[in-house]
Each structure stands twice: as structure tokens, then as C-alpha cells.
């Protein structure tokens, strides 16, 4: 009698278990990671579950997107900046604001001279040549760096018109921040409205000796532009035009749906759970192809300039679009800008720089991650007009790409606009 009661109470303890295990299934948690301080975005922020080797990081944007048991504790790490444990306390959406570690202690701080020559500039300084620039097919100017420089690091997301993330230093830089642009003597936020056919030189400045004509601001490094002007005594008129592709070529490797079957039906023996009637899933879709595709980039610039013995002047007007590798993903970008300088005498002029831009980015909400974690199982439509749904186990978490691409394609329209003058 009392064999048979341990026996009893081992199965007990082992439908217990199962049961728990059954219900403990893993939460897809989606946040964003920005700064304490001026509340940009941060990249490259370690993301792991504690007490596993199950881990991410975050994208160029501080978005992140992680597996976890709910009542799991995640750990969100990254240089110079406060390490932090949030419990997931079945949570869905977490977003994390990372504190500084080393509040900047004290640093110190030159004042910066009234004007910035070469002469000055008596540290590491690198040139890139606006004709290297031009060669490459690149909506964005700072995409045109990728490669051309030693010890710059250019970290693209992939998305089309997209802002590289720069580290002069790498991820030694004052708390990994962006180095400071400046364009034509003008402190700038980034670079973005500028045509890179229109760029006479780019220098990236490394060092303290950036620090300190710029400040405090140029503690992580200065990318200094020098736009075109129209060549003395000549009258000018250029067009230029490049096209290239972009394509994913290496793929993300993921499981057939044979594999898929099998690798499910492993699982749910595992936990004891029932297993899943697969005859109505018959299809074996490649989720990663369904929504990518070779983009096409276009970029065109036509200029004209004209130089005097009283004035010089330049026009430029550009138009650049940009395919995204995710279907119905776009960028476009139109610039036109002045320049004139008009000399009054000898020892004075008066010049000024005017630049409009606008573009029209348009975005999806679907990534990359929306593809992996699809079942292949699933055909992608029934019809022209109707699109299949995930399975059961899978709904909640995750949709149809394809459809999703489909119905968010153009549904908002952006718009943006920038003036600049000097």
C-alpha cells in the first residue's frame, strides 16, 4: 500500500509539473531603449534574459524585440551607461531609460578659437573627397562613408533614406553619442538634407584638437563639410546620374516546414501538452523571400554655376529615391540649393547659402523579425483577396507579413521639410 502511494504521489508531482510548464510559455517583448539624459535612442544595448544565454541587442533606432518567460527578469547593459535589471512581470512592452554611469565627470573643456583653419587643426584629421563621395550610389551622405575611412564606424539599418549610426571612436566615445557636423563654419544636427553630389570635401576631425576649436561638443569628434562653389571665371553646367541595387544576400537560415513539424511536435511531447493537427498546413513558404526584393537606388544631380569678376554664382537641383530591400518600402529626396557671393571691393564680400529640402519616406510596419518568426507552414494567400491567418499557437504573437506590408502600404503619409541659409 505504501508503494503504490509513492507512485500515486510521483505522477502527482509529474502532472504538476507538465501542467506548469504547459501554461509558462514564452512572452514576445518589444521595447525601446533611449537616454536618461536627451532622450535620443540608444543602439547596440545588450539585452538579456537572467540566468540564460538567450539575448539581443537593439537596432539603430534603441527598438528590440526578445523572447522571455513572463515571469522572467531581463538585463539591459551597455558601455557607460548604469547596468539595469527590469522584471518582465508578464509584460509585453518594455521600455527602459538607461542612466549615465560616470555622469561626464568634469571634463575639460578648451575654449574654442573665434575661427577654424587647417592650421589650427594640429591632431587626427581624415579627408574623403566629394568625388569619392559622388561614386557611390547613397540617398544618405554619411551611408557614402561606409568603408572609406580607418577606425569609422557607419552602422546602416537597412531601411531606405535611413541616418547611419557614426561613431568616430567607436564605442569609446563620451557616452557612444554622435560626433557633432558642421557644414560650411554651421553646426548641424546631422547631414541628411544634403545632396551627396553637392559635397566638396568631408574631414573628420579625432581628437582633442577638435575639441577644441568646437567645444564640448566636439568631444566625440567633428565631421566638417565643405559644400561646392562655382569655379572661378567659368560657367558651368553638370548632370550626373547613378543607379545601383541593393539586396539581402545572405539570408537569415531558418527551418522548412517539415522541420517546422517536427521541431513543434518535439516541443509539445516535451511538456506534455496535446500534439497539433498539421493536416490542413500543407504549404512550405520562405517568409524571408515573400517580403524582400532587389531595390533599385536612383540619385540625379543637375548644377549650374557661373562665375564673374563681380559674382559667383551656383544652383543645384537633385533628385534621389531609394527602394527599400522590404516590399512597398520607399524613400524620396529633393534639394535645391544656392549659392552666391558678391564682391563689393577688394577686402569685402557679401555671399549666402540657401537649401530647401523635402522628402517622403515611406515606411512599413513589418521588419525582418516578422518573417523569422512566421510558421512555414502557412500558405500566403487563399485568394487575390484574402490572406491566411497564423495557427492558433502562433496568432497572438505574430501575423501574416505579406498581409501586413499590404495594408499598411501608404496608409500614412510623411512629409518632411528643412530649411537651411547663411
Known amino acids: 500500500m505504501k508503494r503504490i502511494f509513492t507512485k500515486f504521489s510521483v505522477l502527482a508531482l509529474f502532472y504538476l509539473l507538465t501542467t506548469n510548464l504547459t501554461f509558462a510559455q514564452d512572452l514576445t517583448i518589444k521595447g525601446k531603449v533611449t537616454d536618461g539624459g536627451d532622450k535620443a535612442t540608444i543602439p547596440s544595448v545588450s539585452v538579456i534574459v537572467k540566468g540564460t544565454q538567450i539575448g539581443t541587442q537593439t537596432d539603430a533606432s534603441g527598438a528590440y524585440t526578445i523572447s522571455a518567460p513572463p515571469n522572467s527578469t531581463l538585463i539591459f547593459t551597455f558601455i557607460g551607461y548604469a547596468t539595469q535589471e527590469i522584471p518582465v512581470n508578464n509584460r509585453t512592452t518594455i521600455n527602459v531609460i538607461m542612466a549615465s554611469a560616470n555622469q561626464e565627470l568634469e571634463q575639460v573643456v578648451v575654449v574654442g578659437y573665434g575661427t577654424q583653419k587647417r592650421k589650427d587643426l594640429t591632431g587626427s584629421i581624415s579627408s574623403v573627397n566629394g ?5 557611390m550610389p547613397a540617398v544618405n551622405p554619411l551611408a557614402s562613408l561606409q568603408g572609406k575611412v580607418a577606425g569609422l564606424t557607419v552602422v546602416n539599418s537597412g531601411g531606405p533614406g535611413s541616418q547611419p549610426v557614426i561613431r568616430i571612436r567607436g ?69 550626373n546620374s547613378n543607379i545601383g541595387v541593393q539586396k539581402v544576400i545572405n539570408k537569415i537560415d531558418v527551418t522548412d516546414a ?20 498539421f493536416s490542413n498546413y500543407t504549404a512550405n513558404t520562405d517568409w524571408q ?134
Open 131 to 135: 568625388d569619392e563621395l559622388a561614386k
Open 171 to 239: 564605442i569609446s566615445s563620451t557616452n557612444s553619442a554622435s560626433p557633432l557636423y558642421v557644414v560650411d563654419g554651421l553646426l548641424q544636427e546631422n547631414i541628411d538634407y544634403l545632396n551627396p553630389a553637392d559635397i566638396e570635401s568631408i574631414d573628420l576631425l579625432r581628437d582633442a584638437s577638435s575639441a577644441a576649436i568646437y567645444g564640448l561638443r566636439g568631444a566625440n569628434g567633428v565631421i566638417a563639410v565643405t559644400t561646392k562653389r562655382a569655379a572661378r571665371g567659368q560657367t558651368r553646367i553638370n548632370f
Open 258 to 277: 517539415d522541420g517546422f513539424k517536427k521541431l513543434y511536435s518535439t516541443q509539445l511531447t516535451n511538456i506534455g501538452a496535446a500534439p497539433f493537427d
Open 289 to 422: 523571400n515573400e517580403i524582400l526584393r532587389t531595390a533599385m537606388i536612383n540619385t540625379n544631380s543637375l548644377s549650374f554655376s557661373n562665375s564673374g569678376e563681380k559674382s559667383t554664382t551656383l544652383v543645384n537641383l537633385s533628385y534621389n529615391n531609394q527602394e527599400g530591400v522590404v516590399k512597398y518600402s520607399s524613400y524620396e529626396k529633393y534639394v535645391l540649393r544656392l549659392s552666391e557671393e558678391i564682391k563689393v571691393t577688394n577686402k569685402f564680400r557679401i555671399g549666402g547659402d540657401i537649401t530647401g529640402f523635402f522628402a517622403k519616406p515611406n515606411g512599413t510596419g513589418v521588419s525582418l523579425n516578422n518573417a523569422i518568426w512566421s510558421a512555414p507552414i502557412v500558405p500566403v494567400q487563399l485568394n487575390d483577396n484574402t490572406y491566411y491567418s497564423m495557427p492558433s499557437f502562433q496568432r497572438a504573437q505574430v501575423g501574416n507579413p505579406v498581409s501586413a506590408i499590404m495594408r499598411d502600404d501608404r496608409t500614412s503619409i510623411n512629409k518632411v521639410y528643412r530649411f537651411n541659409g547663411s
